[in-house]
């Protein structure tokens, strides 16, 4: 089983017991996802020590106070690194009050420009900015030869061809678990298997309310999503691993 998306540093985990659990939970692929380079550079190392883990570097929109040209200096040389599988997590977030936009847009469109550069994949973090994360990703498909990926996709199932148009991969997680989340049940329902994957997000949006989640979760989330889809969990488990490696290469 596989974990796309989940971030481990700075969270609070006692390792090696975290990974081991993981791995007892038959999860054999965990991505560790960075909001920040700091956070990729802990990921990075994590990986280097724990075989099936594997990282992506990028800066999360709402992490920009410091982003410029050394940042993305810095990005292109991690993005290098042997268990770097993409770019990301990279986007928008117009969530809180008073987002800076136009802040958000440029360094969105800076860091595709280097996964188009290195021929690499990305992940993606969108919220509350449907509309404009449509229209930059149209404006960019160049740099999307590689596939991107909607990580914890929210959308609702009216948006999800249109995102499936330009090319799109959808990650479910925790959510599809909770009783009152008839949106994400629905997108998953009516997103095609052959491009959806399984995430956790960890520490956030474990299945089980009030929880840390980890990504010895995603039994849980499969078992929903085999549910939703109408298929055997071994089916859609070997789906996901396909899906998996045919967006992150890196990961064969």
């Known amino acids: 089983m596989i974990d796309v998306h989940a971030h481990f540093a700075e969270e609070g985990y006692e390792f090696p017991a975290e990974w081991e659990k993981v791995r007892a939970a038959g999860v054999n692929t965990v991505i560790l996802a960075a909001d920040t380079l700091g956070h990729a550079k802990w990921h990075e190392k994590f990986c280097e020590e724990h075989g099936g883990a594997f ?79 449509l229209a930059i990703l149209r404006e960019h498909r160049e740099a999307l030869k590689r596939g991107f990926l909607m990580h914890c996709y929210s959308y609702g199932a009216e948006n999800l061809e249109a995102f499936l148009q330009i090319g799109a991969y959808f990650s479910f997680g925790g959510v599809v678990c909770f009783k009152n989340a008839r949106r994400a049940v629905e997108s998953a329902e009516f997103c095609p298997v052959s491009r959806l994957l399984t995430e956790t997000d960890s520490p956030y949006l474990s299945p089980f309310r009030g929880e840390k989640n980890t990504p010895a979760n995603i039994p849980v989330i499969l078992q929903k999503l085999a549910a939703v889809k109408r298929m055997e969990a071994g089916e859609l488990e070997a789906a996901v691993h396909e899906n998996a490696v045919r967006l992150f290469p890196k990961l064969r």
């Open 55 to 133: 990282f992506t570097a990028g800066v999360h929109p709402s992490e920009l106070k410091d982003f410029g040209k050394e940042t993305l200096e810095e990005l292109r040389a991690l993005c290098l690194r042997e268990k770097c599988v993409g770019v990301g997590e990279i986007g928008l977030d117009y969530h809180y009050p008073d987002p800076d936009k136009t802040a958000q847009r440029a360094a969105f469109e800076a860091q595709l420009g280097v996964a188009e550069e290195l021929a690499l994949p990305v992940q993606i973090h969108s919220r509350d900015a449907c509309a404009d994360t």
